[in-house]
Each structure stands twice: as structure tokens, then as C-alpha cells.
């Protein structure tokens, strides 16, 4: 039976939040400028969308759209631009109100309608014919608005209607960390410096800056050690409710040359449809950055790689705990096990502990923290082959 804790960011037990303490945090964060510059500063983000819209004006113009989690509305005015009759942003922060002033600014009050409300508990007077949502959260589904976007569809979506993007794919491929391993060799260096032996703090420095944290990083292509691997898609035309609780799927590749493994990163791509070519936004490290980045959960310990090692896994994601657990086999067995920390709504790095488990493949006791922020749980098996 796992032991289920309830631990904040930094380790220590706290209260379970109610829901509408998890909402008012979460859409409280929405409410500083300085998210908003970073979302709009993203040109990658930025321009995908609107490109995405336009390639979509066929769709759009004359037509009704609806904006879930709306911000600054940029969306809603990228879809006035494509010919949009009736645009209702919905927006549950106080964002809101410069959403207002934007959109009066840019002289587009008569086709833009604000709702400062959340989208659930709005009523609109007809049927939308589009929905445009910036919905995606860190590695997709941390704190994303997809919940929303579904809700939104089903009761408010014309048969046949238009989601913008329309569909949304993981990614995971192992990567090698030169950064975290030179931080660990720091402490046998500091002798040679300053004749004080401080190599003793290498076991408290990996428990530190590996078992902590999966952090949100840029991972730069020389890093990522084999192709990039799909393990889940999403089609919005149809996903449910029910079928976002167990989010699941496997992974297989191969590595590039003799490395060492010392995390799996994740990222995720979103696709606009359209008449001639798809438009796909990326966060893949082979892709220019995004504000998104990568999400980088580390290991115990590095791992020994060779050219075309084979790396092989399961992941599942479900409801209320966000749990990853990896077994590998590299020329004998060895188990571990890594459960991650979501942080409270609004911040921007998700915290994880790894734990090493005996060296066999079996079940064993698994040691987890309760997340209160997020309601995501996500299991991962993972096993290496190493060549002989």
C-alpha cells in the first residue's frame, strides 16, 4: 500500500486546498501583467495562433467564436482580423478589464463581447460556430484549461464546428546534462582550490539538484540522446472528460552514441488544421524556444548509454496524483521509483522526488506525495536494454 503524503513545494505537510481556493489561486496568477508579457513575447506562441486563424478565415468569417481563457483577448482580436461577426471572450481573471480596453482601443467593442467569469458558469445567447482557446499548460496538461475547452464544446460547439488547435501530441526522448553533472563534480574540485576536501556534499548536491525538482528548462538538441518519441494524442473533436483521467500510451527508441542518461524531458505539440498544410506549434528542444520550454525529470543517478541502447516505457496519466515510475535494466536490474510535486497554481516550476528502490524487478512499497494543486497523476515504466 503506497503512503500518501500531502506536501508543498518545499517538502513540508500542508491542508488539502478546497476547490475554490485552487480556482481563486490559479486565476489570481492570471491577473499580474507579467505572465501575460511573457505569453505575448512568445512569437512563437504568438504569431503559430495567429497564422493559425488566419489559415482558418474561410471558417471564421461571419462567423460566431468563442474564446476560452480569452487574457489580454489577442486571440479574439486575431479572430475579429479573420472576419469573425460575434467573438465572446471569456476571461475569469481580472485580466479581464484590460481585455476591455484593449479590445476598445482596437476599436472592435462592436464584435468583441468580454465575459469576466469562468467558462463554466456563463450563458450565451447562441450556439458558436469556433472555439479558440490557448489552453496548453507545462508538458501540456499542468494546469491547462482543456477541462474548459471540453466543457465548452459540448455544450456550446455547433455540430461540425471549428476548434483551434484542434489536436495536441507528447513527446519524450532521454537527454544527457552536462550542466547538472559538472554541479555535482564542483565539491571534489573545492580541495584542490581552497585545500578544504568538501567532496563529502557531491551525495547532498545530487539529492538536491536531481531528486527535487522536474524542472521547466530549455534543453538544448545536443542534449536530447535519440529521436523524439509520441507516447499520446489528443483529437479535441472528440477527447472526453472521462478519457483525460487516463491518459496513457508507450514509447520505444534508440540512442544516438555512448552517453549517459541523466533525465527524460517532455515536451508537446498542438495543430492548427488547415486546407493545404497543417500549422503545428512546438515545443520540442529541436524547435525555436517557447515560454513552455521542456519539462525535465531527472533521475537518481545517471545511466550508461552505447549507440542504439534501447529505451523502452510506458506512461499513464490519471486523476488527483502525478506519478512517474521507471524500471531499468542496464546489464543486471535495477528499480526505481520517482514521484513528482505539483506546485500551487500559478507558479511555474513542477517539483518531483526520485527514490531508489533494490536492485530487482519487482513491486515494491511506493513512497508518494498527495498533490492539493493540480489533479494530474501520471505513471511512467521505463526499461533500458543495454547492448553486450
Known sequence: MANLWKMSQHGTKKRKLDRSTEDYMYFDSYSDVTIHEEMIADTVRTNTYRMGIFKNSKSIEGKVVLDVGAGTGVLSLFCAQAGARKVYAVEASSIADQAVRIVKLNQMEDRIEVIKATLETIELPEQVDVIVSEWMGYALLHESMLNSVIFARDKWLKPGGLILPS???????????????????????????????????????????????????????????????????LDLNTVTLEQLRDVRGVFGCQCFGSSSIHAFCVWFTVTFPAEEKALVLSTSPFKPETHWKQAVLYLDDAVDVMQDTKVEGEISFASELLNFTMDFKMHGCAEYEMTTILPEPGTRVVASEFRSAPARLQDVPIESRQISACNMRSQCTVRIDALE
Open 167 to 233: 489536436r495536441a501530441d507528447l513527446y519524450i526522448a532521454p537527454i544527457n546534462d552536462l550542466v547538472v553533472e559538472g554541479r555535482l563534480n564542483f565539491w571534489s574540485t573545492v580541495k584542490g582550490q581552497y585545500g578544504v576536501d568538501m567532496s563529502c556534499m557531491s551525495d547532498f548536491a545530487r539529492k538536491c539538484i536531481m531528486n527535487k525538482d522536474i524542472t521547466v528548462n530549455p534543453v538544448t538538441v545536443e542534449d536530447v540522446l535519440s529521436h523524439p518519441c509520441k507516447f499520446a494524442e
